[in-house]
């Protein structure tokens, strides 16, 4: 805290006349520290939060402060600053770089606020510990105490009280000091963080658990029943107008449905992302902390899927609203406003998502675009869980993607009144149409080159392989359904197969770690969370058929459904399955950090002390 104070001294320019080389023993006149306090005024309200030091000097000991000493600026000259850089690869970060030369450090404002930041993640995360290590102590006794009443009761002895006695003056017993470092953490805190606001500050030292809301369970349920009832009236209309055989029923396929589908895509997404939290829950699995989540924000299935039927609700809606299979006989045309009801809708998610407003969800929301950045930026920040687990998910999404490179062309290049475009025969479409097929996987495979050179952990490159065996296979997969050619048929089988296999052995020994021989439970692993066996050799068995749907592509199934309708279901497909993935790549993960006893966050400080420096001196 010397650090940060003198640091913050620097940085506001305040003029402490005492000599920079001197020791912190140095007293400050009365009348510096005087005008500087009242000089400090104009300064705003997160600067005065950091290091409005004079006041609190003066509110500690008024009466006294001639003999109050400040941190002096010589601290600097002992500290190295640890500056965690976000850079581009392959310059990672730069770390510990010296400060001893003030002009070499840039004493602004902009840094006092990052290394405030990060001084304030630090103790809130040391508090965290100190809490885990007060339960820890009372749980032991606890159990402690359980066990000799037992022992009590069964030897009809009366030694509890004395070997509770002992209990209770050993290390394990007495929390004293624990509690009187959690009382300073406090103080610490609560002034220098959180401008003196008690409840403020203890509002963020112990954040408040998410208290489950009726309405949230009463809003879900009643968007569950408008989207039953609204489907129910979709399949009833369909069969009442005889919409099937209809003429304008191919163009209704090809035009209108991979704009709907979009919606389908994502709302079946959420609903397998509420069912992967549901059951996460229910095994006790700590997803929130594997997903660096604040605690108190993350969402819990109940407000997953409130959002997820009530965008079903929407859609299902549009969708019944602009039906019509053939042109209006006055205007030679379908209606404008039906025609762009999945834009509108399109554009209300997207503002909804970026809404900088605090409705909806906005630290989930916002959470999520930073997630999104990372993964775009793939190769240029530090690879996390949450960024490589949506890259994953993005890459189930593909035909999602496709259908939002189809919005900008049916709406921008094409005669949506009509419902006709080109964009099918169009080269740029085409191109494009590998292109947005290749980049979630490509932000995968980037970000395991990232991985490789931080961590210099060799299964990152084959893992690295395995995201470029499937670039290739849909690569030449989207080339063999644009062109049925026989070399493109038979370069689709070998890298498609080449990537299912592959993909399929990382899944179950490296995702899930599974199929483990001298396993306790033969052939899946030593510890599972899920008492029945048979549900992760269910799910390696869907696993291994879901990974295979692409068959579809290049054996060219006659199933007697539309082209549309057959890729929509070979989507979801894969949406399912990496839903189940979701599962149980978590639990391998909680478990390897309950075995290896990672309950906390590593947050670095700011500053590191150099000794050796101190003692040259």
Not at 198 to 208: A, D, E, V, Y
Not at 581 to 595: K, M
Request: aromatic fraction near 14%.
């Amino acid at each position: 805290m010397d650090a940060f104070i003198a640091f913050g001294i620097k940085a506001e320019k305040v003029d402490v006349k005492f000599d920079v080389s001197a020791s912190s023993d140095k007293m400050i006149p009365m009348n510096a520290l005087q005008g500087e306090c009242t000089g400090t005024t104009e300064l705003d309200n997160d600067i005065k939060q950091s290091n409005y030091i004079c006041q609190g000097i003066l509110e500690e000991n008024p009466k006294n402060v001639a003999s109050i000493r400040l941190a002096s600026q010589g601290v600097l000259n002992h500290v190295k600053l640890n500056q965690v850089i976000q850079a581009p690869f392959p310059a990672a970060k730069v770390n510990c770089v010296s400060i001893n030369n003030h002009t070499q450090m840039n004493f602004t404002r902009d840094n006092l606020k990052k290394i405030q930041e990060q001084l304030k993640k630090a103790f809130i995360e040391f508090y965290y510990k100190l809490r885990f290590l007060k339960n820890y102590s009372f749980l032991n006794v606890l159990a402690f105490s359980k066990i000799m009443k037992k022992y009590d009761k069964i030897t009809s002895r009366r030694a509890s009280k004395h070997y509770m006695r002992t209990v209770d003056d050993s290390y394990l017993g007495s929390s004293d000091e624990v509690i009187k470092l959690m009382e300073r953490v406090e103080a610490t805190f609560i002034k220098h963080f959180s401008n003196s606001n008690r409840s403020k500050g203890m509002n963020k030292l112990r954040p408040k658990s998410k208290k489950e809301r009726h309405r949230i369970s009463f809003s879900t349920g009643f968007l569950v029943g408008c989207t039953a009832a609204l489907t129910l009236a979709l399949i009833l209309i369909i069969h009442a107008r005889d919409i099937l055989d209809k003429e304008g029923r191919d163009q209704y396929m090809e035009s209108m449905f991979p704009l709907y589908s979009l919606f389908g895509f994502i709302v079946l997404h959420m609903l397998m992302y509420a069912g992967n939290i549901y059951f996460w829950r229910r095994h006790r699995i700590n997803y929130s902390f594997i997903f660096g989540f604040r605690q108190g924000t993350e969402l819990g299935y109940r407000e997953v899927l409130l959002l997820s039927f009530a965008l079903a609700t929407l859609a299902v809606t549009s969708v019944i609203s602009n039906l019509d299979m053939e042109m209006d006989p006055k205007t030679g045309d379908y209606k404008a406003l039906t025609e762009l009801l999945p834009l509108s809708l399109l554009m209300l998610v997207t503002i909804v998502l970026i809404c900088p407003f605090n409705i909806l969800y906005r630290s989930s929301r916002f959470f999520l675009l930073t997630t999104v950045f990372h993964c775009i930026c793939a190769p240029l920040y530090k690879v996390k869980f949450q960024d490589f687990f949506l890259a994953d998910q993005l890459t189930s999404e593909v035909q999602a993607f496709r259908s939002l490179e189809y919005y900008i062309c049916h709406y921008g290049w094409g005669d949506f009144k009509l419902r006709q475009n080109t964009c099918k025969t169009s080269d740029i479409f085409n191109t494009f149409y590998f292109i947005i097929a290749v980049i979630p996987y490509w932000s995968r495979l980037l970000q395991c080159v990232r991985r490789f050179h931080d961590e210099k952990d060799p299964i990152q490159g084959y893992n690295g392989l395995k995201y470029f065996l499937t670039v290739v296979a849909v690569c030449t997969r989207t080339a063999y359904g644009l062109d049925r050619g026989i070399s493109w048929k038979a370069l689709a089988w070998t890298f498609s197969a080449m990537a299912a296999i592959y993909g399929t052995y990382w899944d179950l020994v490296v995702d899930w770690g599974l199929l483990q021989r001298q396993s306790r439970n033969r052939w899946l692993r030593d510890k599972l969370l899920i008492p029945y066996k048979s549900v992760y050799f269910g799910a390696m068995v869907l696993n291994v058929l879901l990974r295979f749907a692409w068959l579809q592509t290049v054996l060219n199934l006659n199933l007697s459904l539309h082209k549309e309708t057959l890729t929509a279901i070979v989507a979801s497909l894969e949406i399912i399955r990496r839903g189940i993935w979701n599962f149980f790549r978590l639990e391998n993960e909680h478990l390897n950090n309950v075995g290896k006893f990672r309950a906390f966050k590593s947050v670095p400080l700011p500053f590191d002390y150099d000794e050796d420096e101190d003692r040259s001196d």
